[in-house]
């Protein structure tokens, strides 16, 4: 997208991105991202080894996750592992880029003016 495109189609691209930032905004939640990454595919009783989070939280953060659409259960047997999904947390970082293209472009104009 760029830094010309129409204001609007800007604003409803970025506010698709919103709840993943908003998710991702919780510090037990980017820890689990951060773990699923790392680690691969874990249930919860694997997720809340060795921390002080019980496994209701770590259900909770989970369903908040997977309804922005960065982690999903996959069932195995009896057990319920869960897996990060990368696609929307590159639509949030396509959002990033978009905001990085606009602070570049001011940056720019910023420069040619105080360079007259």
Known sequence: MSPRANPASRRTSLRGSAPIFAALGDETRLYLIAVLCSKGAMSIAQLTAGTAITRQA????????AHTG???DVKLGRE??????PAQLEE????LDVIARQWDCAL????SVVER
Not at 108 to 111: E, G, I, N, S, V
């Open 70 to 72: 960065l982690v999903r």
């Open 92 to 95: 949030a970082r396509r959002s």
């Open 108 to 111: 720019a104009k910023l420069k």
């Open 80 to 85: 319920r592992l869960w897996e990060f999904e």
């Open 58 to 65: 770590v259900t909770k953060h989970l369903q908040v996750l």
